[in-house]
């Protein structure tokens, strides 16, 4: 078969023999200025939540128009949007689309600020959510290049850490903007005019993101790697057919490994949402305390179990362990079950931080080692394709089931509010023993589309 042929050795290649640490501490700097380009992607994101009471006041909009600006403006485009960049990312350079990319939605929350209506703040959002649908594609497969695929699961991992960083970030600036900044008369500035102090935050947030965009002029587009080959040892153009093609080849892989971090989705979602809420409708904290506990737990326990997670996987795999990011999964599955579930049903808050606090560290594991797992066993030339659809998979479902399941038990299985912990442990319970299923399902077909991938492009 024409794509089952080596690829040969370049004397570009040959030259690089023996450089493999000074390579390896580049991509190890390209991978910090991924992570903070998805840092920023999450604090712009992320801002609008701190600034509701503002925006109903001044553009006159209720809380349905609000969760249109928060979920359907950014949401539906990032994801529609994702699908055709993810196959430019697979032919053009990646470097230019994220620096594109980080541009394009920086600009787009700056010009929050000048938006005098919904409409123009809901095209605003439209805006950052395509901006920002640039940025996981280009990124994954670029960490796939740089990094040798024992350490692709670490890495990935360590990029992921940009999505907690990033919440952090909005809520220590964003916060200190608008108790500073939201309830002021306002400025008025060139081209924008007389906006109000609220609008300003979106200006802080999103003009720096403008010199971050800049550090992608920093990263040297790599060589792809585990390319298909024609008989003459040339890299195949994939047709956007045969990218289907081979994702067909993988679908018990592709589908399992989906289906799995749906349900880990739905969790993640549902205690960033309802956990919050829980202590300050249950156990009566205020927001400060809350905060304050939570974001310990989201910085220390959710960063060190996403990195963990990777190395774990990676460990694995190095030792001959081929379904090591499943294996991951499955740990993961299992501390959502066994900690966070009850975490929500204790009397005591501090035994609830506590359970939290190891259950959020499992809860990470796979975050990382999920989208380097489709990256191992995918040819290059699709690479970007399978983690954008990968991507819309995850926003339109376990996104949307997270926030949504604990509600509708509180509403109309409860009818009582202050059952969110109940409903809460309900939802994570269920979608966690999904998780389990769907993840062990999926080792046998993993290892040998692994084994495959390897006889394709070789080891």
């Not at 570009?12 to 580049?26: N, T």
């Not at 787009?108 to 095209?123: E, W």
């Not at 740089?146 to 850490?161: D, M, N, Q, W």
């Not at 319970?429 to 399902?441: D, K, T, W």
């Given at each position: 078969m024409a794509d089952t042929i080596q690829p040969e050795i370049?004397?570009?290649?040959?030259?690089?023999?023996?450089?493999?640490?000074?390579?390896?501490?580049?991509?190890?700097?390209?991978?910090?200025?991924?992570?903070?380009?998805?840092?920023?992607?999450?604090?712009?994101?992320?801002?609008?939540?701190l600034l509701v009471p503002w925006i109903k006041r001044d553009l006159r909009v209720n809380d349905t128009l609000i969760g249109l600006l928060a979920g359907f403006a950014f949401a539906l485009f990032y994801t529609l949007v994702g699908l055709p960049i993810g196959r430019l990312a697979?032919?053009?350079?990646?470097?230019?689309?994220?620096?594109?990319?980080?541009?394009?939605?920086?600009?787009?929350?700056?010009?929050?600020?000048?938006?005098?209506?919904?409409?123009?703040?809901?095209?605003?959002?439209?805006?950052?959510?395509?901006?920002?649908?640039?940025?996981g594609p280009a990124a994954y497969s670029?960490?796939?290049?740089?990094?040798?695929?024992?350490?692709?699961?670490?890495?990935?991992?360590?990029?992921?850490?940009?999505?907690?960083l990033g919440q952090s970030l909005a809520l220590l600036v964003g916060g200190i903007a608008v108790d500073s900044l939201a309830n002021t008369a306002g400025t008025t500035l060139p081209i924008l005019g007389k906006i109000a102090g609220w609008?300003?935050?979106?200006?802080?947030?999103?003009?720096?993101?403008?010199?971050?965009?800049?550090?992608?002029?920093?990263?040297?587009?790599?060589?792809?790697?585990?390319?298909?080959?024609?008989a003459e040892g040339k890299p195949v153009k994939t047709s956007f057919k045969e990218a289907m093609r081979q994702i067909r080849l993988r679908w018990q892989s592709?589908?399992?490994?989906?289906?799995?971090?749906?349900?880990?989705?739905?969790?993640?979602?549902?205690?960033?949402?309802?956990?919050?809420n829980y202590f300050l409708r249950v156990h009566h904290w205020t927001g400060a305390q809350t905060g304050k506990a939570l974001a310990f737990i989201m910085i220390l326990f959710a960063c060190s179990g996403m990195y963990f997670g990777g190395f774990l996987s990676d460990r694995w795999q190095q030792r001959g362990v081929l379904d090591g990011p499943i294996r991951v999964a499955l740990?993961?599955?299992?501390?959502?079950?066994?900690?966070?579930?009850?975490?929500?049903?204790?009397?005591?808050?501090?035994?609830?931080?506590?359970?939290?606090?190891?259950?959020?560290?499992?809860?990470?594991?796979?975050?990382?080692?999920?989208?380097?797992?489709?990256?191992?066993?995918?040819?290059?030339?699709?690479?970007?394709q399978v983690a954008a659809l990968f991507l819309f998979v995850l926003n339109l479902t376990g996104g949307s089931m997270g926030p949504l399941l604990p509600g509708v038990l509180n509403d109309h299985v409860f009818h009582n509010e202050n059952m969110v912990g109940v409903s809460l442990a309900i939802t994570l319970?269920?979608?966690?023993?999904?998780?389990?299923?769907?993840?062990?399902?999926t080792m046998r077909p993993y290892r040998f589309h692994y084994r495959m991938m390897e006889e394709v492009v070789g080891k």
């Open positions: 370049s004397k570009q290649e040959v030259e690089h023999v023996g450089q493999k640490k000074p390579q390896l501490r580049y991509a190890w700097y390209v991978l910090v200025v991924l992570t903070v380009m998805y840092m920023f992607s999450f604090v712009d994101r992320q801002i609008l939540s697979d032919s053009r350079s990646r470097r230019n689309i994220v620096g594109i990319s980080v541009f394009l939605w920086s600009i787009f929350t700056a010009a929050c600020a000048g938006a005098k209506s919904f409409s123009t703040l809901f095209l605003a959002r439209i805006g950052v959510g395509i901006g920002e649908a640039g940025l670029l960490i796939a290049d740089y990094f040798p695929k024992e350490r692709v699961g670490r890495a990935i991992s360590f990029y992921y850490f940009g999505l907690f609008q300003i935050t979106f200006l802080i947030v999103g003009l720096p993101g403008i010199l971050v965009a800049l550090l992608a002029l920093t990263i040297r587009e790599p060589r792809r790697k585990n390319m298909l080959l024609t592709f589908v399992g490994i989906s289906a799995g971090m749906i349900f880990q989705c739905t969790c993640n979602a549902a205690v960033g949402i309802w956990v919050p740990l993961s599955g299992a501390g959502i079950l066994l900690f966070m579930t009850p975490a929500t049903l204790v009397p005591n808050p501090y035994v609830s931080l506590a359970l939290l606090a190891v259950g959020m560290f499992l809860l990470t594991f796979p975050m990382g080692t999920s989208v380097a797992a489709l990256q191992l066993i995918f040819p290059n030339q699709i690479r970007g319970g269920v979608a966690s023993v999904l998780m389990l299923v769907a993840f062990s399902l």
